[in-house]
């Protein structure tokens, strides 16, 4: 069983739409959990960090951690062409070790 | 904002060449990073390096070596390109706390030929 899991998509929605990007995971030691996006023959940028359970806002982007349920989503509000991408989440312990979701490729269509 | 520069977007070579992947960082981040991502296979850890002259393998060493003679300065070696080194290498670093998010590169996108 891998450590991370995310579906890998692709994800296809209109513009305007609220979208709902989501991994699971199995180790309780995590406690850091990033989001990530990656253009096309980009690397991957940082979106979103968060530490423990809650939610994070940033704009139209916010994070939610629930580490009972060993669940992590990204939401993005108002979704607009230039959020095409592949979104990657990514979490880690206490130590400089990060595991990464494989991606899910989004492309919101005008 | 972290700056961290590959120095080559796309490089093609021949198997059997030595190539060098070079990654400069200009935050004084004390960790740096090696992967290769595949498409469905994610990301893997190749190498890192949390100081100076210091490296430890990461998921997937064979057949690469790494340098770190300056701070800001990480270099990957393939030893020997074979063609299942054709791949994207992300360089990645982060400060020396524990926790604290990566920031990549854009990445080199090598094809062995």
């Known amino acids: 069983q891998k450590e991370v899991e995310q579906d890998p998509g692709p994800l296809s929605v209109p513009e305007g739409a609220i979208v709902s990007l989501n991994c699971t995971y199995s180790?309780?030691?995590?406690?850091?959990f990033m989001w990530y996006r990656q253009y096309s023959r980009k690397g991957p940028e940082l979106l979103m960090y968060?530490?423990?359970?809650g939610n994070k806002e940033d704009g139209r982007f916010t994070a939610q951690v629930d580490k009972s349920s060993k669940y992590i989503s990204l939401f993005i509000r108002d979704s607009q062409p230039s959020d095409s991408a592949t979104y990657l989440c990514a979490m880690s312990g206490n130590f400089n070790k990060f595991y990464f979701g494989s991606g899910t490729k989004l492309n919101v269509k005008p | 904002d972290v700056k961290v520069t590959q120095s080559s977007r796309y490089l093609v070579k021949r198997t059997g060449e030595k190539v060098f992947l070079e990654c400069v960082q200009d935050?004084?981040?004390?960790?740096m990073f090696w992967y290769r991502q595949d498409p469905g296979l994610g990301l893997r850890l190749i190498y890192f390096s949390y100081d100076v002259k210091m490296k430890e393998k990461g998921d997937i060493p064979e057949g690469y070596s790494v340098s770190r003679e300056k701070k800001e300065r990480f270099s990957l070696i393939l030893e020997s390109a074979s063609t299942n080194q054709t791949s994207m290498y992300l360089c990645?670093?982060?400060?020396?706390?524990?926790?604290?998010?990566?920031?990549f590169g854009d990445g080199t996108r090598l094809s062995i030929l």
């Open positions: 935050m004084d981040h004390e960790n």
């Open positions: 990645a670093t982060t400060t020396g706390q524990g926790g604290q998010p990566q920031h």
């Open positions: 180790n309780s030691a995590f406690q850091y």
């Open positions: 968060t530490y423990s359970s």
